[in-house]
Protein backbone atom coordinates (compact mmCIF):
# COMPACT_ATOMS: atom_id res chain seq x y z
CA UNK A 1 0.00 0.00 0.00
CA UNK A 2 1.07 3.22 -0.61
CA UNK A 3 0.24 6.17 1.58
CA UNK A 4 1.68 9.86 1.66
CA UNK A 5 2.58 9.79 5.26
CA UNK A 6 2.64 13.52 5.73
CA UNK A 7 -1.53 13.42 5.02
CA UNK A 8 -1.33 10.78 8.03
CA UNK A 9 0.68 13.36 10.03
CA UNK A 10 -2.25 16.27 8.86
CA UNK A 11 -4.90 14.17 9.46
CA UNK A 12 -3.57 12.77 13.56
CA UNK A 13 -2.81 16.85 14.19
CA UNK A 14 -5.88 18.84 12.33
CA UNK A 15 -8.52 18.05 15.04
CA UNK A 16 -6.24 19.16 17.85
CA UNK A 17 -5.96 22.48 15.91
CA UNK A 18 -8.93 22.82 14.48
CA UNK A 19 -10.26 22.71 18.54
CA UNK A 20 -7.79 25.00 19.66
CA UNK A 21 -8.29 27.86 16.79
CA UNK A 22 -12.18 27.57 16.72
CA UNK A 23 -11.93 28.22 20.91
CA UNK A 24 -9.77 30.80 20.22
CA UNK A 25 -11.45 32.45 17.77
CA UNK A 26 -15.34 32.29 18.23
CA UNK A 27 -17.42 31.47 14.98
CA UNK A 28 -14.38 29.49 13.32
CA UNK A 29 -16.66 26.27 11.55
CA UNK A 30 -15.24 23.00 11.94
CA UNK A 31 -18.43 21.38 9.90
CA UNK A 32 -17.22 18.32 7.69
CA UNK A 33 -16.83 20.51 4.76
CA UNK A 34 -14.71 23.40 6.08
CA UNK A 35 -12.60 20.86 7.78
CA UNK A 36 -11.67 18.84 4.78
CA UNK A 37 -11.32 22.40 3.05
CA UNK A 38 -8.35 23.14 5.69
CA UNK A 39 -6.90 20.18 5.42
CA UNK A 40 -6.64 19.98 1.25
CA UNK A 41 -5.05 23.28 1.60
CA UNK A 42 -2.88 22.34 4.56
CA UNK A 43 -1.41 19.32 1.83
CA UNK A 44 -0.98 21.61 -0.87
CA UNK A 45 1.17 23.99 1.48
CA UNK A 46 3.76 21.01 2.24
CA UNK A 47 5.43 18.46 1.08
CA UNK A 48 4.14 15.22 -0.34
CA UNK A 49 6.26 12.20 0.96
CA UNK A 50 5.20 8.62 -0.10
CA UNK A 51 6.24 5.72 1.30
CA UNK A 52 4.78 1.57 0.52
CA UNK A 53 3.56 0.08 4.14
CA UNK A 54 1.81 -3.28 3.89
CA UNK A 55 0.32 -2.00 7.85
CA UNK A 56 -1.68 0.43 8.97
CA UNK A 57 0.80 1.34 11.71
CA UNK A 58 2.10 4.49 10.36
CA UNK A 59 5.18 6.29 11.04
CA UNK A 60 3.75 9.71 12.39
CA UNK A 61 7.27 10.56 13.92
CA UNK A 62 9.08 10.03 10.81
CA UNK A 63 6.45 11.83 8.57
CA UNK A 64 6.90 15.16 10.55
CA UNK A 65 10.60 14.72 10.54
CA UNK A 66 10.03 14.95 6.95
CA UNK A 67 7.94 17.81 6.64
CA UNK A 68 10.14 19.93 9.42
CA UNK A 69 8.21 19.11 12.58
CA UNK A 70 4.44 19.41 14.10
CA UNK A 71 5.34 23.66 14.01
CA UNK A 72 5.20 23.51 10.28
CA UNK A 73 2.29 20.80 10.10
CA UNK A 74 0.40 23.48 12.54
CA UNK A 75 1.52 26.59 10.48
CA UNK A 76 -0.11 24.67 7.65
CA UNK A 77 -2.81 24.19 8.87
CA UNK A 78 -3.43 27.75 10.89
CA UNK A 79 -2.95 28.67 6.89
CA UNK A 80 -5.26 26.66 5.36
CA UNK A 81 -8.14 27.94 8.71
CA UNK A 82 -7.48 31.40 7.93
CA UNK A 83 -8.01 30.72 4.05
CA UNK A 84 -11.95 29.27 4.58
CA UNK A 85 -12.83 31.17 7.05
CA UNK A 86 -12.27 33.98 4.55
CA UNK A 87 -13.66 32.09 2.13
CA UNK A 88 -16.06 29.22 3.16
CA UNK A 89 -17.24 27.36 0.88
CA UNK A 90 -19.94 25.27 2.92
ZN1 LIG B 1 -18.25 25.03 7.44
Redesign the pocket.
Known amino acids: MIKNYIELAVEEMLDDVLESYAKKNPGT???P??RLDVMALALNALPTRYVVTDEGGIYTKVAMEQVGGRAQVIAAILNGLQIVKTN?R?
Open positions: CICRCPH
